[in-house]
Nanobody, 128 residues
Framework: QVQLAESGGGLVQAGDSLRLSCTMTSGRSGSTNPMGWFRQARGKEREFVAGINWNGGSTRYADSVKDRFTISRDNAKKKVDLEMNSLKPDDTAVYYC????????????????????WGQGTQVTVSS
């Protein structure tokens, strides 16, 4: 069974940076699943933010965060990070980490239903 735990959220001002981390707990020694970050603002649907394939060789970003956010992973530590720079009030949301069940997958996925495991989320609030 795979479990995901996000950390690093908080309250920041516009223009600040924040780094989110997602740690995977499973019975295996490493992580080889495609991973993604999503967010959900109050009253809105959950939306894709960034995705990364199993070895970190491919990434994809939503247009709204491109050039500001960077997703990275450390498979040995079973950790995926999201570095967020130049934060805007529109980035305010609960951020979720997600993992796809299929291992060694070279794809990067942006659809919510492409992922099988989800964390509980971490709140990011950006004040103007």
């Amino acid at each position: 069974q795979v479990q995901l735990a996000e950390s690093g959220g908080g309250l920041v001002q516009a223009g600040d940076s924040l780094r989110l981390s997602c740690t995977m707990t499973s019975g295996r020694s490493g992580s080889t699943n495609p991973m993604g970050w999503f967010r959900q603002a109050r009253g809105k649907e959950r939306e894709f933010v960034a995705g990364i394939n199993w070895n970190g060789g491919s990434t994809r970003y939503a247009d709204s965060v491109k050039d500001r956010f960077t997703i990275s992973r450390d498979n040995a530590k079973k950790k995926v990070d999201l570095e967020m720079n130049s934060l805007k009030p529109d980035d305010t949301a609960v951020y979720y980490c997600a993992a796809r069940a299929r291992e060694w997958d070279a794809g990067v996925y942006y659809a919510v239903d492409a992922y099988d495991y989800w964390g509980q989320g971490t709140q990011v609030t950006v004040s103007s």
